[in-house]
């Protein structure tokens, strides 16, 4: 089993910065592939950034150049690092975690997930 716990979301003004972590437990090699995704009431979850166990990353085109996911093998916490946030990326933020040999954005890969964390951008 997985358990992950995010934390860090908040309200910002447009242009400003959070940085959201994800503590995870369990064993790593249910956790080979890790990601961040988003949901806004009434619209399909979207995927924002994946990270596999090889440090390869991936992300969807709206967050490119702004947006950084990356992993604290040691503390075994992933974060997002999110810069000049739009009010477009207003959203319950939510870590997820695989044990599968492969990554992507598609949430439906994902068997575990956190209880998410609000991000708010006001213009």
């Known amino acids: 089993q997985v358990q992950l716990v995010e934390s860090g979301g908040d309200s910002v003004q447009a242009g400003g910065s959070l940085r959201l972590s994800c503590a995870a437990s369990?064993?790593?090699?249910?956790?080979?592939?890790m990601g961040w995704f988003r949901q806004v009431p009434g619209k399909e979850r979207e995927g924002v950034a994946t990270?596999?166990?090889?440090?390869?990353?991936n992300y969807v085109d709206s967050v490119k150049g702004r947006f950084t996911i990356s992993k604290d093998i040691a503390e075994n916490i992933l974060h997002l690092q999110m810069n000049s946030l739009k009010p477009e990326d207003t959203a319950m933020y939510y870590c997820?975690?695989?044990?599968?040999?492969?990554?992507?954005?598609?949430?439906?890969?994902?068997?575990?997930w956190g209880q998410g964390t609000q991000v708010t951008v006001s213009s």
């Open positions: 997820a975690a695989d044990p599968s040999w492969y990554c992507t954005l598609h949430g439906v890969q994902f068997r575990y």
């Open positions: 369990g064993h790593p090699s249910n956790r080979r592939c």
């Open positions: 990270i596999y166990i090889d440090g390869s990353t």
